[in-house]
């Protein structure tokens, strides 16, 4: 895995939904991570916030795709655990941030695609990720989070696939045990270069996960796709379709005290007895329009 740090990020400006987020990328000539702002660039080394940089492709290398917890368990300041239960989601801590979250995600602001995936309580979620199509991951630590509201202990910004030529289609499975498994299907493409009127690039995926889980109760199902659609309006400016679907369906087995684990560890006695389980449906569409200055 490829991990670039650097100690700045600065921050383009966003619309519907209007937010700022961290844009990263790799000056080809001199393979240093550059910093882009407006109206100008950065070198890593004159930035002052601590910046991580995931690359996607190192993400989907011999790895499951089914959870962040996979490939960000290395990036400095960050704690991103499973719970092994898919109605609890991940728990993530920055900087001792969302440390004490029971479920969900608290204390960290989490982006995809410029659209928020923290709602306005402060509680976020991972589940509409699409690991198949991320391109890059870039996680924001420390006071500069601030640019994004108040208590916000840091950021994870998730930027997803642009297409380019030529068109790829791509097909990706995993199996394990207790009946866990996922396959996905991902097509990406362009007509035009990317730098002239009307030329249109799109990245669309789809995914399906399923287990039965080790415990009673346990069992997970989810179904995930994800479709950006961009068209370039003149030579500075740009407009992109961004689409994002989630069904998930997962049991919660619940805890178990010393003695009913030493009976048996796969029981769920309070899940059968109260059929505990979480289920989300959620569909989401934005535009996002950007302009160079």
Do not use: C
């Not at 991320?134 to 509201?149: I, Q």
Request: glycine share 10%; net charge neutral.
């Amino acid at each position: 895995m490829k991990i670039f740090s650097a100690s700045k990020a600065t921050f383009p400006l966003l619309l519907v939904p209007v937010v700022f987020a961290p844009a990263v990328s790799m000056a080809a000539e001199e393979q240093t991570m550059i910093v882009s702002a407006t109206p100008q660039t950065v070198s890593e080394l004159d930035t002052p916030a601590a910046v991580s940089v995931v690359n996607g492709d190192d993400m989907r290398q011999a790895a499951p795709r089914i959870n962040l917890s996979e490939s960000l368990g290395s990036v400095p300041g960050l704690q991103i655990q499973n719970r092994q239960n898919y109605a609890q989601d991940l728990q993530l801590s920055m900087r001792g941030f969302g440390a004490r979250s029971t479920f969900g995600v608290r204390g960290i602001r989490i982006y995809v695609d410029g659209i928020p995936a923290t709602m306005p309580d402060g509680q976020g979620q991972t589940s509409n990720i699409d690991l198949t199509s991320v391109d890059s991951v870039e996680v924001l630590r420390g006071p500069f989070s601030a640019l994004y509201g108040n208590a916000s202990g840091g950021v994870i910004n998730i930027n997803s696939q642009t297409g380019q030529q030529p068109p790829t289609i791509e097909a990706s499975s995993y199996y394990g045990s207790y009946g866990t498994w996922r396959y996905g299907l991902k097509a990406t493409g362009a007509m035009g270069d990317g730098t002239h009127a009307g030329d249109v690039d799109y990245t669309v995926s789809t995914t399906r996960f399923t287990t039965k889980g080790y415990r009673d109760h346990s069992g997970a199902r989810k179904n995930l796709a994800n479709a950006k659609l961009g068209v370039r309006i003149d030579d500075v400016s740009k407009l992109t379709l961004i689409f994002n679907s989630v069904d998930t369906k997962a049991n919660d087995p619940g805890g178990l005290d010393y003695q009913e684990w030493r009976d048996n560890p796969r029981q769920s006695p309070r899940g059968d007895q109260y059929n505990t389980r979480k289920t989300i449906k959620q569909t989401q569409a934005g535009l996002r329009y950007d302009r160079q200055l």
